[in-house]
């Protein structure tokens, strides 16, 4: 079998199975959190979330943590309860502890 011939063949299944992903993906909110930052905010996100007194405020989840950027340096990772991430935003930055149902914010700076 020739080569113009095995490419013709590799492209069109390529093309027959871009096309399958495009029909079957298009509706759907289909996301990969693969960098351990998408992976937190994603944790974060799909819990209660319970602020300090002091800075109680009502938030919208999505506008939150849209510009999120997590500190792992300042963090204290691996605890035998609960993580707690340094979180900064554009509200100000946050210690975020990530317990198994709920996640406490305090205020920092």
Sequence with gaps: MSFVRRLGYY???????????FFFLSGKKT?????PQARV??????????FAESDSMDVNKTLFLKKAKIDFSKSQIGEKDCNTYYLENHLGTYDAKNCDSIVYFKKTR
């Design 41 to 50: 905010i994603h944790d974060i996100s799909g819990k209660t979330w319970k």
């Design 31 to 35: 996301q990969c959190n693969y960098g």
């Design 11 to 21: 492209l069109g299944g390529f093309s027959l199975g871009l096309v399958f992903l």
